[in-house]
């Protein structure tokens, strides 16, 4: 995880496929195996990882995730939503909500997006909700100036999701923009050029 926060991908995939053949039943390291090559943007290996684990396990909603963000990454939206449907339906936490809300903004589903938005305020009266993951559906959104704002929120709360923020496909729009570059460097992530 931390090789992949820091954006050395090579090496990361290395050290999970090592963690795989020292423990090949291990759910949790094939999802990190997918979560690995979506972050190296090796979007088919993740998803033909996220398949792999599904057949071990139908119901592992990790492996449903990184097969929807895949899928998202690869503009089959439809299937990507249908990934985070089941994930939302199998765990209906925060951060699973907020990649199917991200999923229907870029598919131009902005209502539902939107509807998912206030879906998360109504659970943040109940349980934690991140501000990153309210800052992820803005992004999908393409609300530049929200999405700024509730990664501040989510910097200020030291949200521990930032540290794959500069690796995250969901905020590439935002690379070139002088406040996330800045948001980046007081995280302690590179920057690059």
């Keep these: 995880m931390f090789l992949t926060a820091m954006n ?7 050290e999970v496929r090592l963690a795989q053949q020292l423990d090949p039943a291990s759910l949790l390291i ?5 979560r690995s090559y979506y972050n190296a943007q090796r979007y088919q290996d993740a998803i033909g990882q996220s398949l792999s684990t599904l057949e071990l396990d139908s119901l592992y909603s990790r492996a449903h995730y990184w097969l929807g963000m895949s899928y998202e990454q690869t503009s089959r939206l439809a299937d990507a939503i249908r990934e985070f449907e089941k994930t939302v339906h199998i765990t209906p936490v925060p951060m699973n909500v907020a990649a199917l809300g991200h999923a229907y903004a870029v598919a131009g589903q902005r209502a539902t997006a939107q509807r998912l938005l206030v879906q998360l305020q109504e659970l943040s009266r109940s349980t934690y909700v991140s501000p990153f993951d309210v800052a992820t559906i803005y992004a999908g959104l393409g609300d530049r100036s929200r999405t700024l704002e509730w990664l501040e929120k989510a910097y200020e709360g030291r949200v521990p999701s930032l540290v794959f923020l500069a690796v995250d496909p969901r905020f590439n729009d935002l690379q070139a923009d002088p406040q996330f570059r800045d948001l980046l460097r007081r995280i302690g992530l ?3 050029s």
Excluded: C, L, Q
């Excluded at 050395?8 to 290395?14: G, T, Y």
């Excluded at 094939?30 to 997918?34: D, K, T, V």
């Design 30 to 34: 094939h999802a990190a195996s997918a």
């Design 190 to 192: 590179s920057v690059g």
């Design 8 to 14: 050395r991908r090579d090496e990361a995939i290395a």
